[in-house]
């Protein structure tokens, strides 16, 4: 199983990033996918999770209405757009593979992570 993000930068307060994620070694179409995030001195925080299909999807209240993540079966792709970005934004972004997922309860777990793409917000 392997991941490679890209897409990361430096940005200014209120600009915009798409993190991409290609995933390889097993069945993408298969999986609910994440996006994780880490700061400098925290824990990871789960971001964005999706189903299979792409119709169900979480979000943590931090980046709700501001992050859209999507993904494309066919290219085996994992997409997080980032919008009006925040310094506290600033991390690590990784893309994970889901091994366990509900989304009633809001509980997920993740199996396999990439090495992560770093997005830098600040003016």
């Given at each position: 199983v392997q991941f490679v993000e890209s897409g990361g930068g430096m940005v200014q307060p209120g600009g915009s990033l798409r993190l991409s994620c290609v995933a390889s070694g097993f069945?993408?179409?298969n999986y609910d996918?994440?996006?994780v995030r880490q700061a400098p001195g925290k824990g990871p925080e789960l971001?964005?999770?999706i189903n299979?299909?792409?119709k169900e999807t979480y979000y943590a209240?931090?980046?709700?209405?501001?992050f859209t993540i999507?993904?494309?079966?066919?290219?085996?792709?994992?997409?997080?757009?980032?919008?009006?970005?925040?310094?506290?934004d600033t991390s690590l972004y990784y893309c994970a593979r889901v091994?366990?997922?509900?989304?009633d309860l809001k509980e997920y777990?993740?199996?396999?992570?990439?090495?992560?793409?770093?997005?830098?917000?600040?003016s």
């Open positions: 069945t993408f179409s996918m994440s996006w971001v964005s999770v299979p299909g792409g209240d931090s980046v709700k209405g501001r999507s993904r494309d079966n066919a290219k085996n792709m994992l997409y997080l757009q980032m919008n009006n970005l925040q310094p506290e091994s366990y997922s509900d989304y777990e993740n199996d396999y992570w990439g090495q992560g793409t770093q997005v830098t917000v600040s």
